[in-house]
């Protein structure tokens, strides 16, 4: 059964008028957490895409560079947008249910983070209003102000600070930013991603960062940054 399929299924859940975030607390374990991380995902970005203003084609070809979503399936990922765009509740609220809803596991809410980012970015520009959205989503998720950073120096920062991206300073130690490089390198393996419940379109994302932080290092080590 596809990804998509089981979203389909967790839709056909919702009772007549029942919002999106209905979802948000039944989606918790194996393989669900999958299925609950794609919704987390496309449910904020719509959100997000609402706080801008706009919603651009390039936003949307985000999703699918994120998600691999056949052209018969495409209508799932669509209604999971308008059931999130269209819904009273705000993204506040949204974002403190998924919280929950992961059992506030700190590395799936940094990953469920850096997807907000890529769509952030998809049409080339970070706007005001998409910084506050997602600085406040981080303080609700309790990301530390020093992973935020790091997030935005890759994304947003246009030639990204190296020591941000490793999330260290260079009053640090070169044993500890080595340290922290190799913790980076080790967070970003597909098999952990993966044991962690993600869907396989979550390790796209992970060989995006594991780039960056591999030549963060190395710059750092050559003395360039």
Known sequence: MSLWTRIL????SLAPGEALSGLFDRLRTPPERSVAFTIAVIALGAKMAKADGRVTRDEVAAFREVFTIAPSETAHAARVFDLARTDVAGYEDYARRIKTMFAEDADTLRDL?????????????????????????????????REFRSLRARFA??????????????????????????????????????AR??????????????????RAWENIQAGTA
């Open 113 to 145: 983070m850096e997807g907000l980012f890529h769509i952030a970015m998809a049409d080339g520009q970070y706007h005001p209003a998409e910084d506050d959205f997602l600085h406040r989503v981080a303080a609700i998720f309790r990301l530390p102000d």
């Open 9 to 12: 299924d967790a839709l056909s």
């Open 197 to 214: 419940g993600l869907p396989e379109e979550a390790v796209k994302l992970a060989e995006k960062r594991l780039i960056a932080v591999n």
């Open 157 to 194: 920062g246009g030639e990204p600070d190296c020591y941000e991206v490793l999330g260290v300073t260079r009053d640090t130690a070169m044993e500890d930013i080595r340290a922290a490089w190799r913790a980076a390198v080790r967070e970003s393996h597909p098999d952990r991603l993966m």
